[in-house]
């Protein structure tokens, strides 16, 4: 039996509901735009569970479909480049959102995340799976969840279970995953559950647990499960978000069976929690965050989760980035990757992956904040293009970027005055005497009254930027303009810059 059957779609037209079917029953269902007559892409249709089946529509007809035993490269794709970031993931095909399922494990980062094989909208959510050696170069391997009578598969993350606390092997992969009920045929009614599903060939094929739910429905649309191991409990604990503005945190010591010991309200966010510690000062303190990237630091004791500072803000809004995770299985490091939710006019995927970024807390007066800034392997995919200080009134320019992303970085020295960045057609000004830096409508107060810097990467789909030593996080969408290059021009400024083109 070929693994994929390959569904032609055209996001253009309306959408119908088809089926799966496998012995004379339905096995699958999911919605698409059927055009075997001018199709956008072809869909790959993950089959090899079901053994022998078709695919028909509501007629009960079988469609005439071909086959294929692998996904295609971006290059055997027609039209598959068009607007393909230079350094950020993308699905090969399909609509992509939330990261989920983050682990590093036996020398490889796993990215799971919310994907949509059959449409670059919204839809039909399984869990996509790349690979990748250094956080940059990426490989898709394609979907490894999919929806069932349980519902479609929702966000969650990943842990490796090195002390085979839930039983399936000492250094198990285990994915946690809302059962999205009620988003399927085949699930009509269902609520939302969470689950559990499991690996134990280093992450190439993953099992449901026949236990499921892990956790049953609690109150509304239920969902996200992030995991993470705590000291101070000596257990995995387990955060959730409810309905509302309200998220749980849960604690396991077999990683099946789990309890409620905290419940918070986050005033400015909801979905996806994700949950941490990071050291300050010579101890640790912990972050829980929201989808919005909204967050709480505080303390693991009398076991529960005592915040200890008000909600604050860590990305600067509007922006793309969404549903930020963070990676399990990297030791010291807390490594993040966020969605960015942006349009692709015309490409065959939608949407890509932020560039990842290792967290850290400083304290900032009596407060403390969670910044962030690009990963070091960054610099292996560097070619220097401009470096230099800048005074007075000057422009700068440079092309030199070829079809690769870009990275600036800008020292601002006391008392400089503003200047505007311009790379690939966006423009970013800041203001050093009022503290101030505008991107499109987004502006960022700068809390540096004195030294501080400015790092920016540019790519197909957007930027991302860190000012004062990474406090200050914002993102933009944007198409790129590659003919325009960079720009940087100055009035008063006494700043210094360095350019590097980014290519995988």
Request: some cysteine.
């Amino acid at each position: 039996m070929p693994k994929y059957l390959l569904f032609p779609v055209n996001d253009s037209l309306p959408k119908a509901t088809f089926y799966v079917k496998a012995g004379g029953r339905t096995v699958s269902d999911f919605t698409a735009a059927y055009d075997p007559a001018n199709p956008r892409f072809d869909a790959y249709v993950d089959v090899t569970r079901f053994g022998d089946c078709v695919i028909t529509d509501a007629s009960g007809d079988p469609l005439p479909l071909q086959t294929a035993d692998r996904l295609p490269t971006v290059d055997e794709i027609p039209g598959g480049g068009v607007l393909r970031p230079a350094v950020h993931y993308t699905a090969t095909l399909g609509w992509t959102n939330d990261p989920n399922g983050l682990i590093y494990a036996d020398g490889t980062y796993h990215m799971f995340a919310q994907h949509n094989p059959m449409s670059t909208d919204w839809g039909n959510m399984t869990w996509d799976h790349a690979i990748s050696p250094d956080l940059l170069h990426w490989t898709d391997l394609g979907d490894v969840l999919f929806p069932d009578e349980t519902g479609t598969m929702f966000s969650g993350s990943a842990i490796c279970d090195e002390k085979n606390a839930a039983g399936f092997g000492a250094g198990a992969i285990l994915l946690f995953y809302t059962a999205a009920g009620d988003h399927s045929e085949l699930s009509r009614g269902v609520p939302f559950t969470q689950c559990l599903a499991y690996s134990t060939d280093g992450g190439k094929t993953f099992e449901k647990y026949a236990g499921n739910p892990i956790i049953p429905h609690i109150v509304g649309a239920n969902r996200d499960p992030k995991v993470q191991w705590s000291d101070e409990l000596e257990k995995y604990t387990l955060s959730l978000y409810l309905d509302g503005n309200d998220y749980a945190i849960f604690s396991s010591d077999d990683l099946l069976h789990w309890s409620r010991f905290c419940t918070l309200t986050m005033p400015f966010d909801n979905e996806c929690p994700d949950f941490y510690p990071l050291p300050l000062e010579g101890g640790v303190k912990w972050v829980f965050s929201g989808a919005h990237d909204s967050y709480l630091v505080g303390e693991i004791r009398g076991g529960t989760f005592v915040p200890e500072q008000e909600n604050l803000p860590y990305h600067i809004h509007p922006g793309p980035s969404y549903a930020a995770q963070t990676f399990s299985g990297t030791g010291e490091r807390r490594i993040k990757i966020a969605w960015d939710n942006v349009a692709a006019p015309g490409a065959v995927f939608h949407s890509q992956m932020g560039f990842p970024v290792e967290m850290f807390l400083r304290r900032v007066g009596d407060t403390v904040r969670l910044g962030s800034l690009p990963v070091r392997e960054i610099e292996a995919i560097r070619t220097p293009v401009l470096h230099g200080e800048f005074r007075g009134a000057l422009t700068v320019t440079s092309q030199d970027f070829g079809d690769g992303a870009a990275e600036v970085r800008i020292g601002i020295r006391e008392g400089s005055g503003p200047f505007t960045l311009s790379c690939f057609g966006e423009s970013i000004a800041v203001d050093p005497a009022s503290n101030a830096l505008r991107i499109g409508e987004t502006n960022a107060p700068l809390t540096y009254s004195g030294e501080g810097n400015l790092r920016v990467i540019f790519d197909t789909l957007g930027a991302e930027i860190f000012a004062d030593g990474g406090l200050i996080y914002a993102t933009h969408a944007h198409i790129a303009d590659r003919e325009q290059g960079l720009v940087l021009e100055c009035r008063g400024a006494d700043i210094t810059a360095d350019a590097w083109r980014l290519k995988l």
